[in-house]
């Protein structure tokens, strides 16, 4: 039993979730009513969960891999939480990295293969070098690493939009309705991958402060290290700054456009909280800080999951 959940902690089960929550949110509240079709379509589309279990399974690999090159680290970071060792082996997280790694390229060349769009293959294949890359190189560089992390978030969006656009088969720039429903499904698109890039790269940089102990101890050169706490806490809070900016906008032009609900949504679970979550980080101190800044952030990243299906109301 151990075992068993040292396994799904390794593999960060509820990232997983959060992956897979994300996609078919996206799927059923910004595609069925832009696209016009019955909500049943998704029960039908065995396609779309194999592109989940692509981009479930390409992340899984990550994560395992990702904590196959940072047992030392997280050995003095998040002693408690270390699993490989004490309990799995490393040899064997080599192996289950090439299994998810697999079967997600699997998945993705299905996916392609019925639905025509060879990019989505190519580009998880890319992911799962990129990932490899992180884990070896890019994670203990300065910023790059958390902007792979980042935009690969992303793509966890973009890749059903690439997905989903195959059928719609319609000039872009047409003025007919389904073009316009095109364009928004596009805009759409652009709104909650940029959401996602912006907070899992402050929520980068703000585990890098949570574990700059071990990180320094192993020449890791994260900002925090690099330039210094106060610059690593003045990005994060930059971008929260724009962040805040932004859906203060959307907020206001949701409200215009009569998406009261919508309008009041963002307003009390993003904009609150992440003004919450610049004064905590402008008094953080200690990693226990930094961590419990971190997980708000998760929250709100479900927040702005949960905020798609309002967008009917």
Same mark, same amino acid.
């Given at each position: ?11 960060? *089960? ?10 078919? !949110? ?39 891999? &990702? ?7 997280? #050995?003095?970071?998040? @002693? ?5 060792? @004490? ?30 769009? *060879? ?26 690493? &958390?902007?792979?992390? #980042? ?8 890749? !059903?939009?690439?997905?989903? !656009? ?42 890098? +402060? ?16 690099? *330039?210094?706490? @106060? ?11 724009? $962040? ?21 949504? $963002?307003?009390?679970?993003?904009? +609150? ?7 905590? $980080? ?24 949960? #905020?798609?299906?309002? $967008?009917?109301?």
């Amino acid at each position: 039993m151990q075992k068993v959940i040292a396994f799904f902690q390794l593999i960060r *089960w509820p990232n997983l979730l959060y992956i897979a929550i994300t996609q078919i !949110v996206f799927y059923t509240a910004i595609y069925i009513p832009l696209a016009s079709v019955s909500y049943e379509a998704i029960l039908h589309d065995f396609t779309f969960f194999l592109l989940i279990g692509a981009s479930v399974s390409i992340a899984a690999g990550g994560y395992v891999i &990702n904590d196959y090159f940072d047992v030392m680290i997280d #050995s003095v970071n998040k @002693p408690q939480k270390l699993v490989l060792g @004490p309990v799995i082996k490393k040899r064997a997280a080599i192996l289950w990295h090439l299994l998810f790694s697999m079967i997600g390229l699997y998945c993705s060349f299905m996916v392609s293969f019925q639905s025509g769009q *060879w990019s989505i293959f190519i580009l998880n294949i890319s992911a799962v070098f990129l990932l490899w890359f992180y884990s070896t190189r890019l994670k203990k560089s300065l910023l790059l690493g &958390n902007i792979l992390v #980042s935009a690969l978030t992303a793509w966890v969006i973009w890749v !059903v939009y690439l997905y989903l !656009v195959k059928g719609w088969d319609v000039d872009y720039l047409h003025q007919s309705e389904t073009a316009i429903r095109l364009r928004q499904f596009f805009k759409m698109t652009v709104i909650y991958s940029g959401f996602s890039f912006v907070t899992n790269l402050i929520r980068e940089v703000v585990k890098d +402060l949570e574990d700059m102990e071990g990180d320094r101890k192993f020449g890791a050169k994260t900002m925090a290290i690099e *330039w210094g706490v @106060p610059v690593a806490k003045t990005f994060a809070g930059v971008w929260i700054v724009v $962040l805040i900016g932004a859906v203060l906008i959307i907020s206001v032009y949701a409200w215009l456009t009569a998406l009261y609900i919508y309008s009041v949504f $963002l307003s009390m679970t993003v904009s +609150l909280p992440f003004i919450y979550i610049l004064y905590m $980080l402008k008094n953080a101190e200690t990693s226990i800080h930094y961590h419990k800044i971190s997980v708000w952030i998760k929250w709100v990243i479900l927040a702005g999951i949960i #905020s798609m299906y309002l $967008l009917n109301l």
